[in-house]
Structures are given as structure tokens and as C-alpha cells.
């Protein structure tokens, strides 16, 4: 009697499931791409509650609601490749038309996407790269040469030009991180910084109180240490916090990749005369109209292809590395001449 | 002899009404509920395909919940599962892109998972004054420690084309892990409900103390089973790796959670030595087509968050609440 | 003879509480001069302060989550209680800036002890078990934090510097944050060895069956348990988002692991019953000196985590070891 009862349960519950496919599914499953309606454009960003992010998506929405599109925002409360994969899923069953995505971790995600754009949806990756395999262009911020370079510049001029310096990063496989970090690394071989000294690399994860106590402990292993380079928002601010907080400044000097808002305090104050960073909604935008143009067919993601990006111009696509990219342009100096103007931006 | 004769009833009468009025019976009404708001939802969710696809995304994790059911039944627990996996997965990947053939490699994966779960099992039976909770929260951290210490911040992976098709393949129109996650279902519910072996967890579960001077030899029990943990942890490694197509030693992260709370709502007390397996398989699937569903609808994770959450509670406290509302009847 | 005996007794039950701690604070000391050995700069009073304060928070959040372990129970939702107390304080501070510190600090705790007494009725009214409530609940709060930021940090500019100076002034000389977690230890360690209530905590924890028939409230006391740990949370919370001047969704996420094994490390038994203020102090400053010792004696980052990890489970076996050959060893004292 159990067992008929129980098998019962196991079959109620399937036909539940079933019954319900059908009856109400719009017709064939998964042949063709209905656009019916708005063509939907998705984007995933890396993880939920970071105001970073949260500008690539405004960015993004307002470039696909200037072509007339849907916007759907996923975000994941936990910056995992899991849960980024679980997205991808959700979004190849909602027929997206592309989906443009800041990775967490750059080879996880191959097998997913590759999944999508089989479906037929064009993929593209912005702020945090995907390997060339798993996309059709990379969106990037800015030239990792110019970033890199650019931070030696800022901090070599901060520190007169000799001493110690540190570098402070975020998580150790985020892939933006690694090539700025080499190339600082190749930066500092030139001759004329052949008295900077890089004597670590330490890794806050992008949380705060590891940022903090990887700063305490730079400062006190190199009590020689002049300048720490920090090229993640969290680890700027953590680490401009610590030299305020400690009366170190102008003695160790700080420079890196800051959101204005986080840093205004500290430029005002002087702990760090200057950061740098681009618009993240600007990398939104162009991912948006990038997107568009893959999807419109106007560009293919080979090299030397043009599109219209909306109000920031023409842009050409590139090859860097075994893939292709479209760069957003230089990254701008936050310093105490325009930081009351950006700081209530982003 | 005029003595009347006595019928001792061994089993409670199954009627109609007790056989309803059980936990899987709740489950499998959210589910249908979760499963008519989600078809009204979005018109995406009732596509056979769609769901049966969607199978993929959460039976990575829900290998583990078989042997956690096992192990919360016993009235422990093991946190330490995650790390498991990533250990597992680790160490196959380095020693595949150091020549060993993948076959060979995911024999290793197993093993690796296995002994784990074994190290939990000894160390839980050796120390019994340390709860589980304790030794699997050390093991825990140092399990992922050794993987940071192996892979440093590398990712591995380049593994033959052919081993994409455990995560991502299909059986015909059945996705293989679908497949796999049945038989091992199958396989560990005769365990628990048809074997001896079974019997003596539950009741190592419902009173350690009587259950060893009944001569049920419970350090071994809970070694088994802890290595049986491990050993499903090492089956996830395998279908997690293939569905990333690489490794690195942070995947899996929060995975522990995830299975306690699927075992949990699937009417398992952690108290020990109630539960059936059934109600975890059900939450198993209630969980992850919510997730799946509410995520077809793009719902933000922070709500999504929120309503797994109230969902573990509400549906712990109606049982409570029923039983409260029975008392006071009498 | 039976004299004597009751006496050996107590005297070896003495002995293992304090063997244990005594134990633990010679392998600080271990660790202390294997790492001034490499370091020179990790005795210096700038390092120790920082240490001091960076395990602050961590201490004052050991006390709550060792009464909720005393009581069989257990608290994982503590991190997610911490960041939303956060969270809605600088939310408050940042539209207020005139805002007294005191005020903000008072918010923060009236969020948290709210999240701990939802938790607290989970528990004791709705039976459920403690495991399972906090599991649910995190996800709860956790979920509510990301909803109230609105998907965006509180940055040390919207905080008004009162604000900030909560964890950076200094009181009477030494540091707020330190000054706090002294002043929570003080009244912690009277009002557990010394009052009625607080001995209760024990009671229920050693025995719920005995502690009802007693007459114990049980409900009452786990109630008053879960929201003492939810005030401190939302305590801690208000000094976390002031030392760091940054409010996020993902505040200290996974923290309650570290709390927990900073109990644990303290000879805090999670099967109910045993704890003392001492314990989880050596506990915590033990974690907190690991983690300011090995990024200063270069231990690569990647070796860290299981460093670590060993470490917890080492003392904790060794923990254990001892105690059973002491109990042997009154045992085999006793004289029939």
C-alpha cells in the first residue's frame, strides 16, 4: 500500500512539471529565436552591491534603450564563476539576443558561453575579460599599457623618483589585474626608474579588512617603503584609510584606480594627490553598443572593424593578445583640482 | 486458555490521511505552487526542455546531499564538503596537465574526495569530545588551504574535448548528469531505507549512547559514512570541473550552505535521526527550479536571497506549528 | 579519606581549564618569539596596537557567540546581522551628518539586537533549531543589506568625520575600539560568573532537560541569548563600517566562521555547557595575531589559509588530548 502511495508521489510530482509544459508552451521548444517583442540584451556583471558595477549597467541600459532594445541586469550576490554560469543558463532560456559579461573568472566560463553563442547569441565580455575562445570581443576599459604606464608615471612622480615601492591588488587570478600588474612590472625596466624599487605584490581579495591588514603589513616589513600602487577601488581606499589613520602622510605615497567618491576625502586631505580611473558607465555604454553592432551585423569582431558608438564616437576594433578588443580610451586623473565635480558622480 | 488474544500493532496503520499529512507531502506543495507562479511568471519556465536543461545547473551540488542526509541523520554535520570539492578537482587537473591520462586522473579525483571524507570520519570518531562542526570547519579551511597551496592563483584545466560531455552532454534528451544523479538516488535511498546499514543510522542518529550498547558499531558507521561524503564530493568535482572546463582553487565556494539547506528543508532535523531521504531529493529539486525559475524572471540575487531564506524558515516552522495546533485540540 | 578525595577532585578540575588556557598562552608565546625572530617590528607597541585593535571586533563578537554555543546552540547569521547594522547606521549618518556618534552607535545596536531577537524567537517560541534559523536568517539580512545600500557603497566621504572618529579616537588614552571591547569583557565576565542569569546560560546549555525541571525558563534565556548576540553584532557593526569608512552589501560575509573558531580556539564546546570569558579571549587574539603575523613574516598568501587551518586544528586536538589525560589521571586518583 506504502509503496503504491509513494510511487504516486514520485509520478504527481513529474506530472505536475510536465503537465504544465503542455498546456502552456508557446509552441516548439527552443527552435528558432522568437523576437517577438522587444530583442532582449542582457549583461552580467561580477557581483552585486558594488557601485562600480552598478555604472556599467546604467551605462549599458542607456546605450540599448537609445537602439530601442530590452535590458535584462543580472548580477550575482557572490563574485563566483558558479553562479555567473547559472545566469549564462537562465539567459540562453529566455532567448536573449546577446549578453555581454564581466567575468570572475576568465577559462571558467568558456563552456557556458560557448553554449550561448551556439544558440545563436553574439557574446562579448567588458571590464573583466573572458579567454578569446569563449567571446566574440572584449570591451575594455582602457589600454592595460596605458594604465600600467600610467601609474608608474604618477607614483614616480610622487616619490621624487626614488625608493621603494609596493603594489597592492585586489584578488590574485582577476585577470584586469594581472596585465596591469605586468605591465607596471615592464614599466619599471626602463632606465628611468631604475631607482624605483618593486618590492611586493600583496593581495587584499577586493575585501576591506584584508586590504587593510596586507597595508599594515607592507608598512611595517619595508619601513623604507615610499609609494604603494593600489589598481583596485577597494584596496585604494583601505590603504587611504590606513595613512590617515597612521599620520604617514606624505611620507608613503598612494596611487591607484579609485571611484571619485570613495577617494574625495583623501584627495582633499592630501594622503593621495592623485588617482586614476575611467567611467565605468562609459564602459557600460560601449559594451551596449558594441552589443548592438555584433547583433546588427555592422561588425564581426575581427580586427579593423568600425561601428558607431553612440555619443562616444567610432571605434575600431583590435587584436591584443590571441583575441580581439575595443578600447574605451585613456584613464583620467582624479586630483584635487576636479574631484568636487566627480566625487558625486560615481 | 481463555485469554483474549492481543493484537500488538507493530506498524502505525497507513491511512489515507496520515500518509498526506507528511513533510514530503508540504514539499511537494510548494513545488507545485512554486511551479504554477513560475509558469505565470514568465513563459520561458514550462519548456520541457528548458527544465529538464535547467537539471544541469544545480544537480552539481546535489550528489553531496545524498550523503548529507546520511551524515545530518547521525545528528552531525560536515562543512567541510566544499573544500572537498575544490581539493578533488585541484589535484585531478594539476596531475592531468602533468601527463597523467584523464582517466586515470578522474580515478584520482575520487580518491582524493574519498580520502577526505575520510580524514573527517577518523578525526570525528577519534576526538568525540570535538563535534563535527568543529573538526569539519578546521578540515575545512585547511582542505582549500592545500588547494591555494598546489594552484597558488592559476587557473587548470585543457582537458579533453570529451570530458565537457559529463556536464554539459545528453543521454538522448536526458542530460547525463540528470542521469547519474538518479542512479546514485536510487542507490543511496535502498541504502537508507532497505539495509540494515540504514536501520543503525537512524538509530545511531536517535540515541549514540543505546545504539553502542545494542553492539552497532557506531566509529564505524560514521567513518562510512563520512567517507561516503567524500566520495560524492569527488562525483561533484567531476561534473562541476567539466561544466567550467577548468579549476581553480576558489570554485565551490558557499556549496555547503546550499546542500545543508536543501537537506534541511527536506524535512532532515539536524537534532538526528529523523528525516527521509525522499524530502531532501524533493528539495533538491524544489530549491533548484526556484532559483532557476525566479532567475528566468531576473529576479535580483539580493530577493532571491530573501526568499530562500524565509522559505527554509517558514517551511521548518509549519510543522511546528501544526503539531502545536494538535496539542491543544487534546 | 573522603575529604581528601572530594579535594583532589576540584583541584583537577581546576587544573584543566587552566592547563588548557596556560596552554594556549604558551603557544602564543611561541608563536610571538618565532615571529620577533623574523620580524623585529611585530613587538613593537605600533604593531600590537593595530593587532589589538583588528581583533577588537572580533572579541567583542566571540562574547556573544560563546553564550549561544554555551547554550548547545549556534549563530551563523552574525555576519549578515553585522553588515545590514552597518549598513542602515551609515545610511542614518550619511543623510544626518550632525548626528551624535552615540546616536549612530545606539542605531546600530537597536538593528542588530531586532535581528537577534527575530532569531531568538525562531529559536525558542518557533522551536526551530538554531542551525537551521540562523542559516535562513542570514540569507535574510544578508539580502535586506544589499536592498537597503541599493547596490551602492557608503564611502568615507558621506560619513561625517564624529563618525569616522568612532574607531580611530581615542578614549582615556587608548583606542575607542579597544576601550569598547574591554569595557563588553568586564561586564560580560561579571554577568556570567556572577549573576543568576548568567549562570543560568550554563545550565541550560549543560542540561535543558535538568535547567526546565529546575524551573528554568529555557525560552526565555535562549531569547535573551540570541538577542545579547544580535546587540553585539549591530554593535560590531557600527565600529566595523567606522574603522574600514566604508559600508558595503558584502560586509565581513563568511565572518562567522572566523568568530567561530576564535570560540572554538577558546575551549568553547559546541555541545553546550562549557565556556569561559578567559578562553575566548586567548581565542581571539590568537586569531588575530595570526593574521597579523604571517603576511609580516612573508609567508606567501597562498600558504596562509592552511597555516591557519592547521593551527585551529592542531590546538584543538591538542586541546582534547590534554584533557583526557588529566581526567585519566584524576580518575586513576581517586581512591575507592
Redesign the interface.
Known sequence: MKKVLITMMALTLSLSTLAGCSTKAPGDPAKTPVAAGKAKYAIIVKNTGNPYNEKEMEGYKKAIAEIGGETILKAPDQPTAEAQIQMIQELIAQKVVSIAIAANDPDALQPALKKAMDAGIKVISLDSAVNAQSRLVHVNQADPNAIGRVEIETIAKMIGGKGEIAILSATSQATNQNSWITVMKKTLEDPKYKDIKLVKVAYGDDLRDKSVSETEALLKTYPNLKGIVAPSTVAVAAAAKVLTDKGLKGKVQLTGLGLPSEMADYITSGVSTAVHLWNPMDVGYLAGYASDALVKGTITGKAGDKFKAGTLGEKTVITVGDGTEIMLGDPFEFNAGNIEQWKTVY | MSMKQRIIIDKRQ?TLKS?FFQW??LL?LI??IM??VN?AL???Y??????I??T???LDKAFIVLPMAFVIILAD?DISVASTVALSSVIMAVLYNSGMPMGLAMIVCLLVGTLCGFINGI?VVK?K???S???T??????????A??IL????S?KFPEWF?FL??GYVGVVPLILIVFIICAVIFTFILTKTAFGRRVYAIGSNPVASRFTGIKVDKIKVIVFTLTGLMAGITALF?T???????P?????YE?DI??MV?LGGI???GGKGRI?GAI?AV?LIG?L??GL??F?V???????I??????IA??IP?LKLKKIKLRR | MAEKVVLKKTFGKMNVGKLRELGMIGFIIIIAIFVQMRNPRFLTLENINDLIKNAAILSILAVGMMMVMITRGIDLSIGATLALSGMIASLTVSVNPNMSPIIAIGIGIGVGTLCGAVVGGLVSKGGIYPIIATLGMMSVYRGLTFLASKGKWISAQQMPVSFKAIATSPIFGINTLIFIAIIIYIISYYFINHTRTGRKIYAVGSNPESARVSGINNNRILFMVYTIMGALSGLAGVLWVSKFASAQGDTASGYELTVIAACVLGGVNSAGGSGTISGILIGSLLIGILNNALPLINVSPFWQQAIQGGIILTAVIVNTIVKRRVDKNNLSRRQI
Open positions: 497507513t500518509f514530503e507531502w511537494i513545488f507545485i511551479t504554477l509558469g514568465t513563459p520561458f514550462l519548456n520541457a526542455n528548458n527544465l536543461g535547467a544541469m545547473t544545480f554535520i578525526l576526538f569530545e570535538l563535534s562542526i568543529i573538526i570547519l578546521a578540515t575545512m579551511i585547511i582542505f582549500r588551504g592545500i591555494y597551496i597558488k592563483d592559476q587557473a584545466g565537457n556536464g554539459w562541476l567539466s561544466r567550467m572546463g577548468s579549476t581553480r576558489n570554485i565551490a565556494t558557499g550552505l545543508i539547506t534541511v532535523s539536524t537534532a525522499y524533493i529539486f527550479f532559483k532557476y532567475g528566468l531576473n535580483p540575487a539580493q530577493v532571491l536571497l530573501i530562500i531564506g524565509l522559505l527554509l524558515i521548518v516552522m511546528n
